[in-house]
């Protein structure tokens, strides 16, 4: 699975922020998975498990949180949300999307107006939203 | 918030050689046959290629080389890019179902990080980036991300691309980035582009005639070798891969 790629990336940007701050070992993690994205929890937690031993994260607390995605038509200002247009999405256009989330523009449109120009407001992709260090 | 795919770019293309970004002021100057050409002629060469298409919006790769893009590109710690013509080939295209992908400025950057952070190479001597043209997102992500890229100029004598080309250069020395050298392409009778390289002290990595019949070869890579476009392209990758430290 691709979870190991962005656990890795994860992984990384744990451990240069530690060393910026030069920091003893890493406490806590927490970790946003954007709904689009629809990557596995499972898959991403026991990666991060797997990769942190025998660094200063390796008793770091990953703790993830999962955020609803929220759509804003840029045309006519029209707010929805993934749910509201899931069945406009097939198996294979949700695994593309879970690939490379922007391709949601290819597939999905406002469902008020139409207009494929929209933005994605929240509920993307995966970020780090707090990193918790000891000095 | 901290975006953790910036890190994993660079973890995919640590066992990268060689990253060259073929890059242009215009539209329509041949770039993503030149990419093509070059990636199929170096992996003749006896190269590790790897191909990836940046142009989102222009997607041709994949015409030029009649991949297939049915299947999703196989999943293993991130994702494998297929083996197309002997090397290794990634496109949003594999994503996209080659459908219309319209995209604004930040969601091309987004589409861009996160297919640089899931595409594994692994270890290869070069990495062709087929970049669409201007000085857009692609090109400022590239500049930001790809520090280490070895940038090839796709240019035309036509006096259309000259003023753009100049800007292109300009902003490439400025930003004090490894300029190869400059391709021209579609050359009728005159070369332009050589002025301008002597000026910016760019090395002028060749001409290639205007070949009338290379459209009959899209689709059909090993035709596209036999052709003139295909042997002067192939004079330059030859010079590309002895301009290596290496």
Same mark, same amino acid.
């Given at each position: 699975?691709?979870?190991?790629?962005?656990?890795?990336?994860?992984?990384?940007?744990?451990?240069?922020?530690?060393?910026? $701050? %030069?920091?003893?070992?890493?406490?806590?993690?927490? +970790?946003?998975?954007?709904?689009?994205?629809?990557?596995?929890?499972?898959?991403?937690?026991?990666?991060?498990?797997?990769?942190?031993?025998?660094?200063?994260?390796? %008793?770091?607390?990953?703790?993830?949180?999962?955020?609803?995605?929220?759509?804003?038509?840029?045309?006519?200002?029209?707010?929805?949300?993934?749910?509201?247009?899931?069945?406009?999405?097939?198996?294979?256009?949700?695994?593309?999307?879970?690939?490379?989330?922007?391709?949601? $523009?290819?597939?999905?449109?406002?469902?008020?107006?139409?207009?494929?120009?929209?933005?994605?407001?929240? !509920?993307?992709?995966?970020?780090?939203?707090?990193?918790?260090?000891?000095? | 918030?901290?975006?953790?795919?910036?890190?994993? +770019?660079?973890?995919?293309?640590?066992?990268?050689?060689?990253?060259?970004?073929?890059?242009?002021?215009?539209?329509?100057?041949?770039?993503?046959?030149?990419?093509? &050409?070059?990636?199929?002629?170096?992996?003749?060469?006896?190269?590790?290629?790897?191909?990836?298409?940046?142009?989102?919006?222009?997607?041709?790769? $994949?015409?030029?080389?009649?991949?297939?893009?049915? #299947?999703?590109?196989?999943?293993?710690? !991130?994702?494998?890019?297929?083996?197309?013509?002997?090397?290794?080939?990634?496109?949003?295209?594999?994503?996209?179902?080659? #459908?219309?992908?319209?995209?604004?400025?930040?969601?091309?950057?987004?589409?861009?990080?996160?297919?640089?952070? +899931?595409?594994?190479?692994?270890?290869?001597?070069?990495?062709?980036?087929?970049?669409?043209? !201007?000085?857009?997102?692609?090109?400022?992500?590239?500049?930001?991300?790809?520090?280490?890229?070895?940038?090839?100029?796709?240019?035309?004598?036509?006096?259309? &691309?000259? %003023?753009?080309?100049?800007?292109?250069?300009?902003?490439?020395?400025?930003?004090?980035?490894?300029?190869?050298?400059?391709?021209?392409?579609?050359?009728?009778?005159?070369?332009?582009?050589?002025?301008?390289?002597?000026?910016?002290?760019?090395?002028?990595? !060749?001409?290639?005639?205007?070949?009338?019949?290379?459209?009959?070869?899209?689709?059909?890579?090993?035709?596209?070798?036999? &052709? %003139?476009?295909?042997?002067? +392209?192939?004079?330059?990758?030859?010079?590309?891969?002895?301009?290596?430290?290496?």
């Amino acid at each position: 699975m691709h979870e190991w790629a962005l656990a890795d990336g994860i992984l990384k940007t744990v451990l240069e922020f530690a060393e910026k $701050h %030069n920091a003893k070992s890493v406490k806590k993690v927490t +970790i946003v998975l954007g709904e689009l994205q629809d990557v596995e929890l499972e898959i991403v937690e026991f990666a991060l498990n797997e990769m942190k031993k025998g660094t200063i994260a390796q %008793n770091a607390e990953f703790s993830f949180k999962e955020e609803e995605a929220i759509f804003k038509c840029r045309n006519c200002g029209y707010t929805w949300k993934l749910k509201d247009v899931e069945n406009k999405l097939n198996g294979e256009m949700r695994e593309d999307i879970h690939f490379v989330p922007d391709v949601v $523009h290819t597939f999905i449109s406002c469902p008020k107006c139409g207009s494929r120009d929209f933005e994605v407001v929240k !509920g993307r992709g995966v970020y780090i939203s707090e990193i918790v260090v000891e000095d | 918030m901290i975006d953790p795919r910036v890190k994993a +770019i660079e973890e995919r293309t640590k066992d990268v050689k060689r990253i060259i970004p073929v890059v242009s002021g215009k539209g329509g100057v041949g770039k993503s046959l030149v990419s093509a &050409t070059l990636s199929l002629i170096l992996k003749d060469m006896g190269y590790k290629v790897g191909l990836l298409d940046l142009d989102f919006h222009g997607a041709s790769a $994949h015409i030029i080389l009649n991949a297939d893009i049915s #299947k999703l590109p196989e999943e293993e710690k !991130g994702v494998i890019p297929p083996e197309v013509e002997g090397f290794k080939f990634m496109s949003i295209v594999f994503y996209s179902e080659d #459908k219309a992908t319209p995209l604004r400025g930040i969601e091309i950057s987004d589409a861009l990080i996160e297919l640089m952070a +899931i595409t594994r190479w692994n270890t290869l001597d070069f990495l062709i980036i087929d970049m669409p043209p !201007g000085m857009g997102d692609q090109l400022l992500d590239i500049l930001r991300f790809l520090k280490r890229g070895e940038f090839v100029v796709v240019a035309t004598p036509s006096p259309l &691309t000259i %003023n753009v080309v100049q800007k292109l250069l300009s902003l490439l020395i400025e930003q004090k980035m490894k300029i190869l050298g400059i391709i021209e392409n579609m050359v009728r009778d005159l070369s332009t582009i050589k002025k301008i390289a002597a000026e910016k002290n760019v090395e002028y990595l !060749g001409e290639v005639k205007f070949d009338p019949n290379i459209d009959r070869s899209i689709g059909r890579a090993k035709d596209i070798l036999t &052709t %003139n476009f295909g042997r002067d +392209i192939k004079k330059i990758a030859e010079k590309i891969s002895r301009s290596g430290d290496y």
